[in-house]
T-cell receptor, first 115, second 112 residues
Framework: GAGVSQSPSNKVTEKGKDVELRCDPISGHTALYWYRQSLGQGLEFLIYFQGNSAPDKSGLPSDRFSAERTGGSVSTLTIQRTQQEDSAVYLC?????????????FGPGTRLTVL | KQEVTQIPAALSVPEGENLVLNCSFTDSAIYNLQWFRQDPGKGLTSLLLIQSSQREQTSGRLNASLDKSSGRSTLYIAASQPGDSATYLCAVKLDSNYQLIWGAGTKLIIKP
Protein backbone atom coordinates (compact mmCIF):
# COMPACT_ATOMS: atom_id res chain seq x y z
CA GLY A 1 0.00 0.00 0.00
CA ALA A 2 0.99 3.62 -0.44
CA GLY A 3 2.92 5.24 2.34
CA VAL A 4 3.38 8.90 3.12
CA SER A 5 4.62 10.78 0.08
CA GLN A 6 6.25 14.17 -0.12
CA SER A 7 7.08 16.47 -2.98
CA PRO A 8 9.38 17.74 -4.21
CA SER A 9 12.12 15.43 -2.98
CA ASN A 10 14.65 18.22 -3.44
CA LYS A 11 14.19 21.96 -3.69
CA VAL A 12 16.88 24.55 -4.29
CA THR A 13 15.80 28.15 -4.00
CA GLU A 14 17.28 31.58 -3.66
CA LYS A 15 17.16 33.55 -0.46
CA GLY A 16 14.00 35.61 -0.26
CA LYS A 17 11.85 33.34 -2.43
CA ASP A 18 8.75 31.54 -1.18
CA VAL A 19 8.55 27.74 -1.27
CA GLU A 20 5.73 25.22 -0.86
CA LEU A 21 6.29 21.69 0.36
CA ARG A 22 3.61 19.06 -0.04
CA CYS A 23 2.70 16.02 2.02
CA ASP A 24 0.25 13.25 1.10
CA PRO A 25 -0.49 11.18 4.21
CA ILE A 26 -1.57 7.58 4.31
CA SER A 27 -5.22 7.31 3.35
CA GLY A 28 -7.44 7.37 6.42
CA HIS A 29 -4.83 8.87 8.73
CA THR A 30 -6.39 11.80 10.54
CA ALA A 31 -3.27 13.12 12.25
CA LEU A 32 -0.45 14.76 10.30
CA TYR A 33 2.83 16.13 11.57
CA TRP A 34 5.61 18.26 10.09
CA TYR A 35 9.19 18.04 11.37
CA ARG A 36 12.43 19.69 10.35
CA GLN A 37 15.83 18.04 10.45
CA SER A 38 18.81 20.33 10.14
CA LEU A 39 22.26 18.94 9.39
CA GLY A 40 23.60 17.07 12.40
CA GLN A 41 20.55 17.92 14.48
CA GLY A 42 17.66 15.90 15.80
CA LEU A 43 14.22 16.28 14.34
CA GLU A 44 12.39 19.42 15.36
CA PHE A 45 8.60 19.41 15.66
CA LEU A 46 6.92 22.13 13.60
CA ILE A 47 3.15 21.64 13.53
CA TYR A 48 0.48 19.05 14.02
CA PHE A 49 -2.92 18.65 12.32
CA GLN A 50 -5.93 16.73 13.53
CA GLY A 51 -8.18 16.67 10.51
CA ASN A 52 -7.93 20.10 8.93
CA SER A 53 -7.25 22.01 12.09
CA ALA A 54 -3.89 22.67 13.67
CA PRO A 55 -4.24 22.65 17.45
CA ASP A 56 -0.52 23.01 17.92
CA LYS A 57 1.58 25.41 15.88
CA SER A 58 4.06 25.97 18.63
CA GLY A 59 6.99 24.54 16.71
CA LEU A 60 6.82 26.91 13.76
CA PRO A 61 10.08 28.87 14.03
CA SER A 62 8.77 32.19 12.72
CA ASP A 63 5.77 33.85 11.11
CA ARG A 64 7.36 33.14 7.74
CA PHE A 65 6.25 29.54 8.22
CA SER A 66 2.65 28.47 7.71
CA ALA A 67 0.85 25.25 6.95
CA GLU A 68 -2.58 24.16 5.90
CA ARG A 69 -4.40 20.93 5.37
CA THR A 70 -7.41 20.48 3.14
CA GLY A 71 -9.98 17.70 2.99
CA GLY A 72 -8.33 16.01 5.92
CA SER A 73 -5.67 14.79 3.54
CA VAL A 74 -2.98 16.75 1.71
CA SER A 75 -0.96 19.29 3.66
CA THR A 76 1.20 22.13 2.40
CA LEU A 77 4.00 23.77 4.37
CA THR A 78 4.81 27.24 3.06
CA ILE A 79 7.96 29.16 3.86
CA GLN A 80 7.93 32.80 2.83
CA ARG A 81 11.02 34.90 2.19
CA THR A 82 13.31 31.93 2.72
CA GLN A 83 16.55 32.36 4.63
CA GLN A 84 19.68 30.24 4.53
CA GLU A 85 18.96 28.91 8.00
CA ASP A 86 15.76 27.37 6.60
CA SER A 87 17.90 24.82 4.73
CA ALA A 88 17.01 21.42 6.14
CA VAL A 89 15.13 18.22 5.41
CA TYR A 90 11.42 18.68 6.05
CA LEU A 91 9.70 15.46 7.09
CA CYS A 92 6.01 14.73 7.22
CA UNK A 93 4.38 11.94 9.20
CA UNK A 94 0.85 10.70 9.64
CA UNK A 95 -0.93 8.48 12.12
CA UNK A 96 -4.39 7.05 12.53
CA UNK A 97 -5.14 9.35 15.44
CA UNK A 98 -3.21 11.75 17.54
CA UNK A 99 -3.31 9.72 20.74
CA UNK A 100 0.03 9.04 22.32
CA UNK A 101 0.42 5.40 21.44
CA UNK A 102 -0.31 5.68 17.76
CA UNK A 103 2.69 5.05 15.57
CA UNK A 104 3.72 7.82 13.21
CA UNK A 105 4.63 6.82 9.66
CA PHE A 106 7.13 9.07 7.92
CA GLY A 107 7.55 10.23 4.36
CA PRO A 108 10.94 10.40 2.61
CA GLY A 109 11.28 14.13 3.24
CA THR A 110 11.96 17.20 1.14
CA ARG A 111 15.53 18.48 1.18
CA LEU A 112 15.40 22.27 1.00
CA THR A 113 18.52 24.23 0.12
CA VAL A 114 18.41 28.01 0.31
CA LEU A 115 21.29 29.67 -1.52
CA LYS B 1 12.75 20.74 29.22
CA GLN B 2 13.19 17.22 27.88
CA GLU B 3 16.46 16.64 26.06
CA VAL B 4 17.45 13.46 24.26
CA THR B 5 21.08 12.56 23.65
CA GLN B 6 22.53 9.77 21.56
CA ILE B 7 26.03 8.43 21.92
CA PRO B 8 28.07 7.77 19.90
CA ALA B 9 27.29 10.10 17.01
CA ALA B 10 28.91 7.63 14.64
CA LEU B 11 30.02 4.03 14.84
CA SER B 12 31.82 1.76 12.39
CA VAL B 13 32.17 -1.95 13.10
CA PRO B 14 32.98 -5.09 11.11
CA GLU B 15 30.18 -7.31 9.94
CA GLY B 16 29.06 -9.93 12.43
CA GLU B 17 29.73 -7.96 15.60
CA ASN B 18 27.11 -7.34 18.24
CA LEU B 19 26.73 -3.66 19.09
CA VAL B 20 24.89 -1.30 21.41
CA LEU B 21 23.56 2.17 20.66
CA ASN B 22 22.74 4.46 23.55
CA CYS B 23 19.99 6.99 24.12
CA SER B 24 19.55 9.11 27.24
CA PHE B 25 16.81 11.53 28.23
CA THR B 26 16.69 14.12 30.97
CA ASP B 27 13.08 13.83 32.16
CA SER B 28 11.86 10.39 33.20
CA ALA B 29 8.19 11.35 32.74
CA ILE B 30 7.87 9.79 29.33
CA TYR B 31 4.94 7.95 27.77
CA ASN B 32 7.02 5.79 25.47
CA LEU B 33 10.32 5.64 23.61
CA GLN B 34 10.83 4.67 20.01
CA TRP B 35 13.83 3.67 17.98
CA PHE B 36 13.81 4.58 14.31
CA ARG B 37 16.05 3.84 11.39
CA GLN B 38 16.75 6.51 8.77
CA ASP B 39 18.08 5.59 5.35
CA PRO B 40 19.11 8.36 2.94
CA GLY B 41 16.18 9.46 0.79
CA LYS B 42 13.81 6.99 2.40
CA GLY B 43 12.47 8.73 5.48
CA LEU B 44 12.16 7.08 8.86
CA THR B 45 11.19 3.54 9.72
CA SER B 46 9.98 2.66 13.19
CA LEU B 47 11.94 -0.26 14.64
CA LEU B 48 10.78 -0.72 18.20
CA LEU B 49 8.43 1.09 20.56
CA ILE B 50 8.71 0.62 24.32
CA GLN B 51 5.88 1.80 26.53
CA SER B 52 6.89 3.43 29.81
CA SER B 53 5.67 0.39 31.74
CA GLN B 54 7.87 -1.97 29.73
CA ARG B 55 11.51 -2.85 30.19
CA GLU B 56 12.36 -4.12 26.73
CA GLN B 57 11.11 -5.01 23.28
CA THR B 58 12.57 -7.41 20.75
CA SER B 59 12.23 -7.73 17.00
CA GLY B 60 14.44 -10.20 15.21
CA ARG B 61 18.09 -9.24 15.82
CA LEU B 62 17.09 -6.03 17.59
CA ASN B 63 16.48 -5.61 21.29
CA ALA B 64 15.66 -2.30 22.92
CA SER B 65 15.71 -1.75 26.66
CA LEU B 66 14.29 1.07 28.75
CA ASP B 67 15.28 2.24 32.22
CA LYS B 68 13.07 5.22 32.99
CA SER B 69 14.56 5.91 36.40
CA SER B 70 18.03 6.42 34.96
CA GLY B 71 16.78 8.04 31.77
CA ARG B 72 18.39 5.52 29.45
CA SER B 73 17.57 3.25 26.57
CA THR B 74 19.81 0.97 24.58
CA LEU B 75 19.36 -0.61 21.17
CA TYR B 76 21.20 -3.89 20.85
CA ILE B 77 21.89 -5.21 17.36
CA ALA B 78 23.04 -8.82 17.17
CA ALA B 79 25.19 -10.26 14.39
CA SER B 80 25.36 -6.99 12.47
CA GLN B 81 25.07 -6.99 8.68
CA PRO B 82 26.04 -4.39 6.05
CA GLY B 83 22.32 -3.81 5.48
CA ASP B 84 22.09 -2.50 9.03
CA SER B 85 24.08 0.56 7.95
CA ALA B 86 21.87 3.59 8.56
CA THR B 87 21.29 6.36 11.05
CA TYR B 88 19.46 5.23 14.17
CA LEU B 89 17.30 7.75 15.99
CA CYS B 90 15.58 7.51 19.33
CA ALA B 91 12.60 9.63 20.26
CA VAL B 92 10.58 9.98 23.43
CA LYS B 93 6.93 10.83 23.69
CA LEU B 94 5.95 12.90 26.67
CA ASP B 95 3.04 11.95 28.89
CA SER B 96 -0.30 12.75 27.28
CA ASN B 97 1.41 14.52 24.44
CA TYR B 98 1.70 13.54 20.82
CA GLN B 99 5.01 15.31 20.28
CA LEU B 100 8.16 13.31 19.81
CA ILE B 101 11.41 14.67 21.23
CA TRP B 102 14.32 13.42 19.16
CA GLY B 103 17.96 12.60 19.62
CA ALA B 104 20.42 13.64 16.92
CA GLY B 105 21.04 10.03 15.90
CA THR B 106 23.89 7.55 15.63
CA LYS B 107 25.27 6.93 12.16
CA LEU B 108 26.13 3.25 11.94
CA ILE B 109 28.38 1.73 9.30
CA ILE B 110 28.80 -2.03 9.11
CA LYS B 111 31.89 -2.97 7.13
CA PRO B 112 31.69 -6.14 5.02
Amino acid sequence: GAGVSQSPSNKVTEKGKDVELRCDPISGHTALYWYRQSLGQGLEFLIYFQGNSAPDKSGLPSDRFSAERTGGSVSTLTIQRTQQEDSAVYLCASSLRSVSYNEQFFGPGTRLTVL
Amino acid sequence: KQEVTQIPAALSVPEGENLVLNCSFTDSAIYNLQWFRQDPGKGLTSLLLIQSSQREQTSGRLNASLDKSSGRSTLYIAASQPGDSATYLCAVKLDSNYQLIWGAGTKLIIKP
